[in-house]
């Protein structure tokens, strides 16, 4: 049982190039997210899917899409990175019907030069 | 928009002293409040939480209160220890309204001084 896990754990980008962030969970739960962390500033959404099929934005979505693409997994891709998305970015998941607490992955810290 | 205060964006306690980190909430319909604990270059891991019909929990040296009219709750930690140095989030979340979705404090970073 891995839980959550987000691949790559580094990555560096250019300025305008793009690539996507995978997660997956493998404790059949029904809600996802994407987080950013920067210093001072907490934990913020950026999307989050509560079931299969459904996406929705958060505190912070400009510059990401996203896809639910099963319940397992959930990507965040940057179409063309921005020095201001330079943060570490944390997949989590949970099921609200089951139990509230929220698993997160590893993380994942980018860099755009 | 939601939004969640929280304070101090740092704390400093002597080891067995106590520490309070201190959270504010906006929507008033929130009601469930979890705590996270964030261990460096680690992922965040839920400590303690606390629903709108309890005003606090415990667990063996943390605790949590709830203040629904004040829209506030707090964490507190007795008899530190080294190993409580941390970050900690606390965040507010509308569980069984179809909103699914936690938002975060700011953190506070905990420096247990031994």
């Known amino acids: 049982n891995a839980g959550v896990t987000q691949t790559p754990k580094f990555q560096v980008l250019k300025t305008g190039q793009s690539m996507t962030l995978q997660c997956a969970q493998d404790?059949?739960?029904?809600?996802m997210y994407w987080y950013r962390q920067d210093p001072g500033m907490g934990l913020r959404l950026i999307y989050y899917?509560?079931?299969?099929?459904?996406?929705d934005k958060g505190e912070v979505p400009n510059g990401y899409n996203v896809s639910r693409l099963n319940k397992r997994e959930f990507s965040l891709r940057l179409e063309s990175a921005a020095p201001s998305q330079t943060s570490v970015y944390f997949c989590?998941?949970?099921?609200?019907?089951?139990?509230?607490?929220?698993?997160f992955g590893q993380g994942t810290r980018l860099t755009v030069v | 928009g939601e939004n969640v205060e929280q304070h101090p964006s740092t704390l400093s306690v002597q080891e067995g002293d106590s520490a309070v980190i201190k959270c504010t909430y906006s929507?008033?319909?929130?009601?469930?409040f979890p705590w996270y604990k964030q261990e460096l270059g680690k992922r965040p891991q839920l400590i303690i939480d606390?629903?709108?019909?309890?005003g606090e929990k415990k667990d063996q040296r943390i605790a949590v209160t709830l203040n629904k009219t004040a829209k506030h709750f707090s964490l507190h930690i007795t008899e530190t220890q080294p190993e409580d140095s941390a970050v900690y989030f606390c965040?507010?979340?509308?569980?069984?309204?179809?909103?699914?979705?936690?938002?975060f404090g700011t953190g506070t970073r905990l420096k247990v001084l031994a």
């Open positions: 989590a998941s949970n099921d609200w019907t089951a139990n509230t607490e929220a698993f």
């Open positions: 404790m059949n739960h029904n809600s």
């Open positions: 899917s509560a079931s299969e099929g459904t996406t």
């Open positions: 929507d008033s319909a929130s009601n469930y």
């Open positions: 606390i629903r709108s019909n309890v």
């Open positions: 965040a507010a979340s509308k569980v069984g309204s179809g909103t699914y979705k936690y938002i």
